[in-house]
């Protein structure tokens, strides 16, 4: 089964505009943690947050910001204001047990001016 | 400051003749892993290195081999590439134990294309 889900393939929006890229995640266990990495064109992952699994409060920096919902399964990434640098490919990723990454397929965003 | 380097960013190979992708990092970190990442794919984890303690992934072809000599570096060896071995390699690197924990900080990996 699936462990991470991220079903927007790509979206594409205008510079400035607001965008929400979705992650959905299935676990059985109780301490586990979630990630986001960006990928830009150039293929380097790019680390950009880490969260816990007792650790629900939203995150903030700069546009960046993360909704976590342990109730609904979902670590949601929100770009404010977007940006044509912000054009990558986003991973979210999974954590648990002694296991190291799963990744979900990826949202490729893409920012035109 | 790069500070999980790979050389080289792309690299060519003929069928069947091995290849060896290279990482280097200056975090002083404990684990280094592979992963293959083919195009518009998640990437995919070959192995990693507890210190000098190899993991391997059930998955990972025998045609692929990793050597990390010492803390700084970790090779990937691809013994007998076939055209299905095309994709980017990305090396990173965690300064735990490789558990959940861990934060894994990825280089900017090598493209590899098979002829």
């Known amino acids: 089964a699936q462990k991470v889900t991220q079903a927007q393939t790509e979206i594409s929006v205008v510079e400035k505009e607001d965008v929400t890229l979705d992650c959905v995640y299935e676990?059985?266990?109780?301490?586990?943690?979630l990630f986001w990495y960006k990928q830009p064109p150039s293929g380097e992952l790019v680390f950009l947050i880490r969260r816990n699994s007792f650790d629900e409060q939203n995150e903030i920096s700069g546009r960046y910001s993360w909704n976590f919902q342990k109730s609904t399964s979902s670590f949601n990434f929100t770009i404010t204001a977007s940006q044509v640098v912000d054009s990558a490919v986003y991973f979210c990723?999974?954590?648990?047990?002694?296991?190291?990454?799963?990744f979900g397929k990826g949202t490729m965003l893409l920012v035109s001016p | 400051d790069a500070m999980v380097i790979q050389n080289p960013r792309y690299q060519v190979t003929q069928f069947g003749k091995p290849v060896t992708l290279s990482c280097s990092q200056t975090l002083n970190h404990n684990v280094m892993y592979w992963y293959q990442q083919k195009s518009s794919q998640a990437p995919k984890l070959l192995f990693h290195y507890y210190d000098k303690d190899f993991n391997n992934e059930a998955d990972t072809p025998d045609n692929f081999q990793s050597r990390r000599p010492n803390t700084s570096f970790c090779f990937l060896d691809i013994r007998s590439p076939g055209l299905g071995d095309a994709a980017m390699y990305l090396c990173?690197?965690?300064?735990?134990?490789?558990?959940?924990?861990?934060?894994?900080?990825f280089g900017p990996g090598t493209r590899l294309t098979v002829l």
């Open positions: 676990t059985r266990d109780t301490t586990y943690y």
């Open positions: 990723a999974l954590s648990e047990g002694y296991s190291t990454l799963t």
């Open positions: 990173a690197t965690s300064g735990g134990d490789g558990g959940p924990t861990d934060t894994q900080y």
